[in-house]
Nanobody, 129 residues
Framework: QLQLVEAGGGLVQPGGSLSLSCVLS????????????IAWFRQAPGKEREAVGC????????YYADSVKGRPTITRDNAKNTVYLQMNNLLAEDTAVYYC??????????????????WGQGTQVTVSS
């Protein structure tokens, strides 16, 4: 069973940056990170889960939600089975649990949670002074 483990959350000051990682393991035979579209989502207390952005498995194009556009960068290192999320100029409203998710079916990544079958357990990011 594919597993995703996020790391890097914590307390960040307003205006600061976050740097999260998502490590994948448990690939079925013949599969690797190269076969997966990966997305980052977040969920704030009392709010719906929302997309931050995603990175596709082929050619690696990235797409970002309008609500955060210009601030996040998603990259992937297939050799390390790891996907990264960096986001700058953090605001209090960026406080949330951040999740990574994986999909191997669609040709490119999408910003819809329904596309993703595999999810990590999440990592808390709190933006506060």
């Amino acid at each position: 069973q594919l597993q995703l483990v996020e790391a890097g959350g914590g307390l960040v000051q307003p205006g600061g940056s976050l740097s999260l990682s998502c490590v994948l393991s448990g690939f079925r035979t013949g599969f690797s990170l190269e076969n997966y579209n990966i997305a980052w989502f977040r969920q704030a207390p009392g709010k719906e889960r929302e997309a931050v952005g995603c990175i596709s498995r082929s050619q690696h194009p990235t797409y970002y939600a309008d609500s955060v556009k210009g601030r996040p960068t998603i990259t992937r290192d297939n050799a390390k089975n790891t996907v990264y999320l960096q986001m700058n100029n953090l605001l209090a409203e960026d406080t949330a649990v951040y999740y990574c998710a994986a999909d191997s079916v669609f040709r490119r990544c999408e910003l819809s949670a329904a596309e993703y079958k595999y999810w990590g357990q999440g990592t808390q990011v709190t933006v506060s002074s």
